[in-house]
């Protein structure tokens, strides 16, 4: 078994080369609005049925606190099922249009996959003006060096679901299914699903938690990127390493909202998300 394990070859190469800009957003008599500010949001899982309270307060996220945003990150399961942006954006049509609302109104929103919804492609990305990020991506947010990712990839413990993710995460694999009709891509989802949740219930707690080993590694391997953000395990948290090293994790979603992390120039801040 191996315990540790550093992030995919390629996309983990440090980039730092977001070049925030905030003087479009300012106006000119700006003396008591608040610093620019980007948000860290993960595991939404919205729902297909419109009407269900995550979605509600989801979308109301979107209309209000994320407009103030400069960045909106998701990273990973804003849905509960990707099975192709045929379906996809049929299914989720309303939030689909929130999603175009927000970026239509000047705020960039940047997304990575998780494990729920990995099949998003072009369709979706036009749909929604949202840019996609590579599963572990480096960034620098407003002069914060971190590294973000869904973090599945971080849960190296879980043997299994690793040998699973692999499978799930091959592009020959995803394009195969992808060309399959409607039918049998829905009936595929609903067998993974049922399987998954069978899996989950009988499963040691801490195979779903991050490898310590793991994040240790990675920050061996970044010593230059102190923050690590996630989401995925649904324990949102502050966790330090030495004192150079943070583990930020954010919340999954509720009716309440969820806890999400707050960035600006002074401070990364774990707080609650504002739905009303
Ligand atoms: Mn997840």
């Not at 070859?9 to 440090?14: I, Q």
């Not at 919340?251 to 600006?264: E, F, M, Y």
Request: charged share 20%; glycine share 6%; proline share 5%.
């Amino acid at each position: 078994m191996t315990k540790t394990q550093i992030p995919p070859s390629g996309e983990g190469v440090p980039s730092f080369s977001f070049k925030p800009d905030f003087s479009a957003r300012q106006s000119p008599n700006n003396s008591t609005q608040k610093l620019p500010f980007s948000l860290v949001i993960g595991d939404v899982h919205l729902q297909t049925e419109q009407t269900h309270p995550i979605n509600q307060a989801f979308l109301r996220f979107l209309a209000t606190q994320a407009r103030q945003a400069h960045t909106l990150y998701i990273i990973g399961d804003l849905f509960e099922r990707w099975l192709g942006d045929d379906i996809g954006l049929t299914e989720y049509a309303f939030a689909i249009d929130a999603l175009r609302a927000l970026t239509d109104s000047g705020v960039a929103v940047k997304l990575l996959y998780g494990n729920r919804d990995f099949l998003m492609r072009e369709a979706f990305w036009d749909a929604t003006g949202i840019q996609p990020l590579p599963e572990v991506k480096h960034t620098t947010i407003h002069g914060h060096r971190v590294m973000l990712c869904h973090g599945d990839e971080l849960c190296t413990l879980d043997t299994a679901y690793q040998h699973a993710r692999r499978k799930l995460r091959n592009r020959f694999v995803q394009w195969l299914f992808l060309k399959m009709p409607k039918a049998h891509r829905q009936a595929i989802g609903a067998r993974l699903r049922t399987r998954s949740q069978a899996e989950t219930a009988n499963k040691d707690p801490a195979l779903m938690d991050v490898d310590e080993q793991t994040v240790l590694a990675w920050f061996n391997a970044w010593p230059d990127t102190p923050h690590l953000i996630h989401g995925h395990t649904h324990k949102p948290g502050h966790h330090r390493y030495g004192n150079r090293h943070h583990r930020w994790v954010v919340g999954d979603w509720s009716a309440q909202g969820a806890i999400l992390l707050v960035i600006d120039e002074t401070q990364l801040k774990l707080e609650p998300a504002q739905v009303d």
